[in-house]
C-alpha cells in the first residue's frame, strides 16, 4: 500500500514510459515472425512480464536485454494454448488469437473473463475471424480457433460502443495472412493500434489506411521479425499532466507525442491549466483554480476512457458542477464512491457522473479497484490535505512503471510500505474518544495498534 502525504506541489521534469497498449499487442504479433524481434521502449510492467509468461507458454523465447529491450523469438511453433491461469491475469492475452491463426492456423485461448471497468466482451474479435474463414467454437471458457487457410474479405467490425482497439489488432494480425485483399470498416484508430500496424509492415505486411476507419490490407506469406520502437505511453502523459495540475507545481514532461494527447490537452486548457508544447516535452503550470467542465470519453482521437477517472478526480476540486460521461465503459465508475471518501461530491446517473466541486479534498484510507481508479486516487492524494493511505496498489504496477519513483523525484512523499494495521499514519487513526462510543467493554475490545517510530515505520518501507 501506500502512504502519500498530500499538498505538496510538483516541480521538475520526468519522462514518460513506453506504452503498454502498443507493447503488448506488438509482443503477441512477434508469434507472427519468422526470426528474432527486438523491441525497444517496453515498459517494465507486470502486464508485460505476464505476456512474457504467456508467449513462452505459447513457445516463444522472451528476454529482457540488458539495455532494456526485449527479444523475443519463436521457438517452438507447436503450441496453441493459452490457458485461463495465464488470461485471467491479464485480458490483454487474448491479443495472441489473430497472430496465432494467422501464423499457426490454430488457436485455444481462455475468454478473458470479467473485469473491473466494466463488461469485455470479444465477439466483435471472433466476428472478425470468423469473417476471414476461421472455423471458431467457444467450449469449457476457451476459444478454440482453426484456420487451413485465411481468405481475404470486407469486415464490419464497429460495435455498440464504437470501434474495440484488440479486437482491430487481433483482426489486423490475421488479415495480413489472408490471401487477397481485407478491408476492415469501422477499425479503431488509437495510437497503440497504428504502431501495431507499423511494426506489421516493418515485418513485410502491407497495410494501408492506419490512423483511419478503414484500413486495406494485401495478405502476405511471411513476416520477417526486424527491431521496433514503441511508441511513448499517452495514458501515463495524461495522468503526469493530470498530477501537476491537481497538486499544483509546475512539470516538464519529456517524450510525448503532443498529437495523442488532443483532447486532453484541450480538456486542461478549458479547466484553466497553463501548458506549452516544446517538440516532446509538455510543460504543464497549475492554475490558482480549476474550472468545471463537461467532458466525455470517446474513441480516439476522442477523450481517453483510460483517463476519465483521474479527469474525474481532477474536476472534483473544481469550481462548479462538472458531468463526466464515458460512452466506452459506461460502468467505469468505481473510483467514484473511493473519492468520497477523501471529500469528493459526486453522483452516479447511469453512463455519467454528476460532481459538485470541493475546494479541498481531505486525506483517508483508500482501495484500488483496477488500473486506472488506483492512478485517479494516487492523483487526489497528491492534493489531499493530510494523510492518505491507497490499498492494493498493485493495480498500478500492471499499468505504470515506477510512477511513485517518477512523483517523488518532483516534490511528491509517497511511501510504498507493506499494508499492516501498525504501518496505518497516526493522522488516519480515530483518536480514544472517537472510538469510545463504539467500545463497549474496552477489556475485549482489541487493543488500537500501536504507532511506530520513525524507524519502525522505515523498516516496513518496500524498495
Ligand atoms: C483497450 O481495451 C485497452 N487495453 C484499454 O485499456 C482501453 O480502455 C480500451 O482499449 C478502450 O480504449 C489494451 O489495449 C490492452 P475495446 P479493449 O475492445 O481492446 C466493447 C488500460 O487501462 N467491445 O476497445 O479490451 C467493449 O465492451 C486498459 O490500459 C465489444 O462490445 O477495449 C467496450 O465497451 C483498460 N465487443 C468497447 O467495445 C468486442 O468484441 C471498447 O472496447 C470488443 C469490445
Given at each position: 500500500?501506500?502512504?502519500?502525504?498530500?499538498?505538496?506541489?510538483?516541480?521538475?521534469?520526468?519522462?514518460?514510459?513506453?506504452?503498454?497498449?502498443?507493447?503488448?499487442?506488438?509482443?503477441?504479433?512477434?508469434?507472427?515472425?519468422?526470426?528474432?524481434?527486438?523491441?525497444?521502449?517496453?515498459?517494465?510492467?507486470?502486464?508485460?512480464?505476464?505476456?512474457?509468461?504467456?508467449?513462452?507458454?505459447?513457445?516463444?523465447?522472451?528476454?529482457?536485454?540488458?539495455?532494456?529491450?526485449?527479444?523475443?523469438?519463436?521457438?517452438?511453433?507447436?503450441?496453441?494454448?493459452?490457458?485461463?491461469?495465464?488470461?485471467?491475469?491479464?485480458?490483454?492475452?487474448?491479443?495472441?488469437?489473430?497472430?496465432?491463426?494467422?501464423?499457426?492456423?490454430?488457436?485455444?485461448?481462455?475468454?478473458?473473463?470479467?473485469?473491473?471497468?466494466?463488461?469485455?466482451?470479444?465477439?466483435?474479435?471472433?466476428?472478425?475471424?470468423?469473417?476471414?474463414?476461421?472455423?471458431?467454437?467457444?467450449?469449457?471458457?476457451?476459444?478454440?480457433?482453426?484456420?487451413?487457410?485465411?481468405?481475404?474479405?470486407?469486415?464490419?467490425?464497429?460495435?455498440?460502443?464504437?470501434?474495440?482497439?484488440?479486437?482491430?489488432?487481433?483482426?489486423?494480425?490475421?488479415?495480413?495472412?489472408?490471401?487477397?485483399?481485407?478491408?476492415?470498416?469501422?477499425?479503431?484508430?488509437?495510437?497503440?493500434?497504428?504502431?501495431?500496424?507499423?511494426?506489421?509492415?516493418?515485418?513485410?505486411?502491407?497495410?494501408?489506411?492506419?490512423?483511419?476507419?478503414?484500413?486495406?490490407?494485401?495478405?502476405?506469406?511471411?513476416?520477417?521479425?526486424?527491431?521496433?520502437?514503441?511508441?511513448?505511453?499517452?495514458?501515463?502523459?495524461?495522468t503526469l499532466l493530470i498530477a501537476a495540475t491537481m497538486a499544483g507545481g509546475r512539470l516538464q514532461v519529456d517524450n510525448v507525442e503532443p498529437m495523442h494527447l488532443a483532447a486532453v490537452i484541450d480538456v486542461l486548457r478549458m479547466v484553466g491549466v497553463g501548458?506549452?508544447?516544446?517538440?516532446?516535452?509538455?510543460?504543464?503550470?497549475?492554475?490558482?483554480?480549476?474550472?468545471?467542465?463537461?467532458?466525455?470519453?470517446?474513441?480516439?482521437?476522442?477523450?481517453?476512457t483510460d483517463v476519465q477517472a483521474q479527469l474525474t478526480a481532477l474536476l472534483s476540486m473544481a469550481d462548479g458542477i462538472s458531468v463526466v460521461t464515458d460512452k466506452v465503459f459506461p460502468d467505469r465508475f468505481m473510483h467514484i464512491p473511493e473519492l468520497m471518501?477523501?471529500?469528493?461530491?459526486?453522483?452516479?446517473?447511469?453512463?455519467?457522473?454528476?460532481?459538485?466541486?470541493?475546494?479541498?479534498?481531505?486525506?483517508?484510507?483508500?482501495?484500488?479497484?483496477?488500473?486506472?481508479?488506483?492512478?485517479?486516487?494516487?492523483?487526489?492524494?497528491?492534493?489531499?490535505?493530510?494523510?492518505?493511505?491507497?490499498?492494493?496498489?498493485?493495480?498500478?504496477?500492471?499499468?505504470?512503471?515506477?510512477?511513485?519513483?517518477?512523483?517523488?523525484?518532483?516534490?511528491?512523499?509517497?511511501?510504498?510500505?507493506?499494508?499492516?494495521?501498525?504501518?496505518?499514519?497516526?493522522?488516519?487513526?480515530?483518536?480514544?474518544?472517537?472510538q469510545q462510543p463504539l467500545a463497549v467493554d474496552s477489556s475485549d475490545s482489541p487493543p488500537p495498534p500501536k504507532f511506530l517510530s520513525k524507524s519502525e515505520f522505515a523498516r516496513h518501507r518496500i524498495k
Amino acid at each position: 500500500m501506500f502512504v502519500v502525504r498530500g499538498g505538496r506541489p510538483l516541480r521538475g521534469r520526468v519522462s514518460v514510459s513506453g506504452a503498454k497498449n502498443a507493447a503488448l499487442p506488438i509482443m503477441a504479433a512477434a508469434l507472427a515472425a519468422r526470426g528474432t524481434t527486438v523491441l525497444r521502449g517496453v515498459p517494465d510492467l507486470v502486464d508485460v512480464t505476464t505476456l512474457s509468461q504467456v508467449l513462452q507458454s505459447l513457445g516463444m523465447t522472451v528476454e529482457r536485454q540488458a539495455d532494456g529491450a526485449l527479444e523475443l523469438t519463436a521457438a517452438d511453433e507447436q503450441r496453441c494454448l493459452a490457458d485461463y491461469e495465464m488470461v485471467r491475469r491479464m485480458r490483454a492475452s487474448v491479443c495472441v488469437l489473430g497472430p496465432l491463426l494467422g501464423r499457426r492456423g490454430r488457436a485455444c485461448v481462455s475468454l478473458p473473463g470479467g473485469c473491473n471497468i466494466g463488461h469485455r466482451p470479444i465477439d466483435l474479435h471472433l466476428k472478425g475471424l470468423r469473417a476471414l474463414g476461421a472455423e471458431i467454437t467457444i467450449d469449457r471458457g476457451y476459444v478454440f480457433a482453426r484456420a487451413d487457410k485465411l481468405v481475404g474479405t470486407d469486415i464490419y467490425l464497429g460495435g455498440s460502443f464504437g470501434s474495440t482497439v484488440t479486437g482491430t489488432c487481433n483482426v489486423l494480425c490475421a488479415a495480413v495472412f489472408a490471401k487477397g485483399t481485407t478491408t476492415i470498416s469501422a477499425a479503431a484508430c488509437e495510437p497503440e493500434v497504428i504502431d501495431l500496424g507499423r511494426y506489421l509492415n516493418a515485418m513485410g505486411a502491407k497495410i494501408e489506411g492506419l490512423g483511419t476507419p478503414l484500413l486495406r490490407i494485401q495478405g502476405v506469406e511471411e513476416l520477417n521479425a526486424v527491431e521496433y520502437t514503441v511508441i511513448p505511453d499517452r495514458i501515463e502523459a495524461a495522468t503526469l499532466l493530470i498530477a501537476a495540475t491537481m497538486a499544483g507545481g509546475r512539470l516538464q514532461v519529456d517524450n510525448v507525442e503532443p498529437m495523442h494527447l488532443a483532447a486532453v490537452i484541450d480538456v486542461l486548457r478549458m479547466v484553466g491549466v497553463g501548458i506549452e508544447i516544446q517538440g516532446r516535452t509538455v510543460c504543464v503550470t497549475a492554475p490558482e483554480r480549476i474550472r468545471s467542465v463537461d467532458i466525455t470519453a470517446l474513441p480516439y482521437p476522442g477523450i481517453p476512457t483510460d483517463v476519465q477517472a483521474q479527469l474525474t478526480a481532477l474536476l472534483s476540486m473544481a469550481d462548479g458542477i462538472s458531468v463526466v460521461t464515458d460512452k466506452v465503459f459506461p460502468d467505469r465508475f468505481m473510483h467514484i464512491p473511493e473519492l468520497m471518501r477523501m471529500g469528493a461530491n459526486v453522483r452516479r446517473e447511469g453512463a455519467s457522473s454528476i460532481i459538485g466541486g470541493v475546494k479541498t479534498l481531505t486525506g483517508a484510507c483508500v482501495m484500488a479497484s483496477d488500473l486506472r481508479a488506483s492512478a485517479a486516487l494516487l492523483l487526489a492524494a497528491l492534493a489531499a490535505d493530510g494523510e492518505s493511505v491507497i490499498r492494493r496498489v498493485y493495480h498500478l504496477d500492471r499499468g505504470y512503471e515506477s510512477l511513485e519513483k517518477k512523483l517523488n523525484q518532483v516534490g511528491a512523499d509517497i511511501v510504498r510500505v507493506a499494508d499492516l494495521p501498525e504501518t496505518m499514519p497516526a493522522s488516519l487513526q480515530l483518536s480514544d474518544e472517537e472510538q469510545q462510543p463504539l467500545a463497549v467493554d474496552s477489556s475485549d475490545s482489541p487493543p488500537p495498534p500501536k504507532f511506530l517510530s520513525k524507524s519502525e515505520f522505515a523498516r516496513h518501507r518496500i524498495k
